[in-house]
């Protein structure tokens, strides 16, 4: 909760900045074009179109993998603001007033439901025979991780015996992690559901610290690489 976390985002962040170094430096062989034609007028809404609208899915007719693909991408923004929000308290974001997180744990169930079906996409042909073993690797580190957090959140939303670690015990751990004065109240240390939280934090970790090593780079190079073939 304290040294593999603060080595989870060194190695998050060293990593993906060598591996963005390693590929801008890379020979760019000038004969080669990766550009889209026809150009649009706007590159800027052409690359956020790109990025956010998924056009290269809609192009394969594939409206169902297009659904889920664009909910796993929503589903991560709003799990990302409701991470933001167990950190400090975030007036723009409770405009709608909601408990941590958004969605009364709707949110993070389509996160799970998404990953699911990616899962059994893997196991239908011809995705089975280009799966590689990193594709199930990436997909169950995320299930496991997103397992133990909606566990927490539904608990302590639904259970009626309740999840007995409150709101400012998470604030007072991330917010001593992010001023580098780590601190586990006792809310957190001695409660018999911390294994869950701990859990929660170590597949979270796991998978931070394999990022920059994986395909899921892709996920910072989209805009980079939809700017070149809008340039």
Known sequence: MVPMLYAAIVIFITGALLRLIKIGVAPNP??????VFPEKRSKLLAILSDIFLFPGITRKKDPAYWVFFGLFHIAI???FLGHIEL???MRVIQ???HKIFLGKGLVGLLFVATLFFFLFRRFRSPYREL???EDFIVILGLLTT???GSHMNLATLYSSHGFDIPLEAYRTYLGSIVRLSPTIP???SGSPHQVILVMHILLANIFFIYFPFSK???SILAFFSNAVKRS
């Open 146 to 148: 997103a397992f133990f």
């Open 186 to 188: 006792a809310e957190i």
């Open 77 to 79: 923004f709003f799990l």
């Open 87 to 89: 950190i400090a308290d």
């Open 30 to 35: 000038k004969a080669i074009t990766h550009r």
């Open 131 to 133: 799966s590689v073993p």
């Open 95 to 97: 405009l709608v007033k």
């Open 216 to 218: 899921v780079m892709h």
